[in-house]
């Protein structure tokens, strides 16, 4: 009788929980919370997806994420650095001081973030260029792949009727459609 007494006593308590959080969610509109969310790291608004379906289309509407990049610029610039192990791709990115210094300080080039993917199998993997946010990589110097760390995802580019070989790219962002495009030149 006990153990069903305790597990009733349980149930009540989740329930009063959720009531709880209920009203803790719905107590916050949508602007406040789209607010503080734009001023954490991207890696902190990537694990907040998580959190509701709400706050997934909180931080991937287009007015979102053009106010995160504005508050983005703002913040120091960033050093990106990668090294590959195996079949996996590590990023770090370390906070760049402002001020030119001959001493070292180890708590200032502690990596800011840390990301890592595994990517299709390759002998060379290299990072080009990062804009707004993604990152393109070459797999044998030819085969573009562009990355976004903040929602972990790959878009592997299909190939063109013409070779990729011999040709320049070039990763850029429309401010006017708010859009990315990956150029490719022959």
């Known amino acids: ?14 329930a009063r929980i959720k009531s709880q959080e209920s009203v803790v969610r719905s107590s916050f509109p949508l602007d406040l919370i789209s607010e503080i969310l734009s001023k954490l790291p991207a890696k902190s608004v990537g694990r907040f997806r998580c959190v509701s379906k709400l706050w997934s289309s909180v931080t991937t509407d287009p007015y979102f994420i053009s106010k995160f990049e504005t508050q983005s610029r703002q913040r120091k610039p960033c050093l990106l650095v990668s090294f590959k192990r195996d079949d996996r791709l590590f990023v770090f990115s370390i906070p760049q001081d402002r001020q030119s210094s001959n001493e070292y300080h180890p708590i200032a080039s502690q990596p800011v973030h840390s990301y890592h993917m595994t990517y299709p199998k390759s002998r060379r993997f290299f990072p080009r260029v990062s804009v707004h946010g993604l ?9 573009p792949i562009i990355w976004n760390p903040t929602t972990r995802k790959l878009l592997i580019l299909t190939k063109p009727e013409k070779s990729w070989e011999y040709a320049t790219f070039f990763l850029g962002y429309d401010p006017v459609d708010a859009k990315h ?6």
């Open 1 to 14: 009788m006990d153990h069903q007494q305790e597990t009733t006593e349980q149930i009540h308590k989740k």
């Open 135 to 143: 990152i393109s990589f070459f797999q044998e110097e030819t085969k």
């Open 181 to 186: 495009s990956f150029v490719h030149a022959f």
